[in-house]
Each structure stands twice: as C-alpha cells, then as structure tokens.
C-alpha cells in the first residue's frame, strides 16, 4: 500500500519510520540527518519525551532515510515546506493512506503501539521492549504485557520438555 501511495516520499518515509521502530511520531518529525548513523544502525536524539534516546535502524528501517533526498536548506530527514523545518500536517495524507488500506480509525500512535504488541508477542523480555520504545517507567511498558502469553506458553513447554528430557 505505502508502495503505491500517491503522497510525497517524505510522508511514506515517515510512516514507514513509524512502522519499523516504534518511535513517537515528533521523534521522527524532528529527527536530523546528523543524529542518523547509517553504520551503526542509530539514530540518537539528544532529547525526547523522557530525555536522551537511541533509536535502533533494523534493516527494514535503514533502508528507508538512505532512498531519501537530502534538502541543502533542511537539516530534517522529514523536511518541511521552511527551510529548516520539520513536516507539518500529517494527518491529511494519514487519513488518505490508512483509508486506501482499509483501516479505517487507525490512529498514527496506534503505529507504535502496534509495534510493541509485535515486541511482546515475539518473546524479547518487557525491559528490552521498554529501551526500544525510550520508556523511562517499566509500568508503562506492562501494559503491552497481556500481548506475550504466547511466548510465555511456548517457553513453558520449552522448559517443560527440557525437564522431561533431562529425566530419561
């Protein structure tokens, strides 16, 4: 669907943005070109929501600011019309987009969320799922806790076997 979209490279960037790293949408509206380091895998903001934070660049997220243009008179990955600043009124395109795909009152925070239910039902522990997000409150990572059962019953039947097969 994002393929295809109509909407400028920078909004698709954006949303993708949102998809593979579970950052907060004004995380990646004021991300700069000197806070992403292709080799390392980083983009690190000096100051978020709860302070200094490291983004991780999986691949599926590198690729994406490594297809975009740089703008001369723009420092933002996502540049907007003024020079220097970032893009302002996503949620038009947001609206397009999300209606073409069929997800009909998706919020764009719903993106994060999403990304941390992915997280907690493939089995990292809640406090690595809490440093990928930038959660200073391990309360506020819990909340994604219900999404792991899975995981938990897998591991159950993983020790269970291991048990049963050290007793033979």
């Known amino acids: 669907m994002l393929d ?9 960037a954006l949303i993708k943005l949102l998809i593979f790293t579970g950052a907060r949408l004004s995380e990646i509206l004021t991300l700069e070109w000197d806070q992403v380091d292709i080799e ?10 709860t302070g200094r934070k490291t983004i991780h660049l ?12 740089r703008l001369a008179e723009n420092p933002r990955v996502i540049p907007g019309n ?6 302002i009124g996503v949620q038009r395109p947001w ?12 919020r764009i925070h719903d993106l994060r969320h999403a990304f941390a239910s992915v997280a907690a039902s493939s ?10 997000l930038g ?12 999404l792991a059962a899975d995981p938990v ?11 049963a097969a050290a007793r033979q």
Do not use: M, N, W
Not at 4 to 12: L, N, R, W
Not at 95 to 104: C, V
């Open 40 to 49: 390392r895998g980083e983009a690190r903001l000096a100051d978020s929501k």
């Open 82 to 87: 003024k020079p220097g600043s970032h893009f």
């Open 135 to 146: 959660h200073t409150q391990a309360a506020t990572t819990q909340r994604y806790a219900h």
């Open 95 to 106: 609206q397009r987009i999300r209606t073409a795909a069929g997800l009909h009152g998706l």
């Open 4 to 12: 295809t979209t109509e909407e400028s490279p920078f909004v698709v």
């Open 123 to 132: 089995g990292p522990a809640l406090p690595i799922i809490g440093k990928l």
């Open 153 to 163: 019953k897998a591991a159950a039947q993983d020790v269970a076997g291991r048990i």
């Open 58 to 69: 999986s691949l599926p997220a590198l690729v994406i600011p490594a297809d975009l243009p």
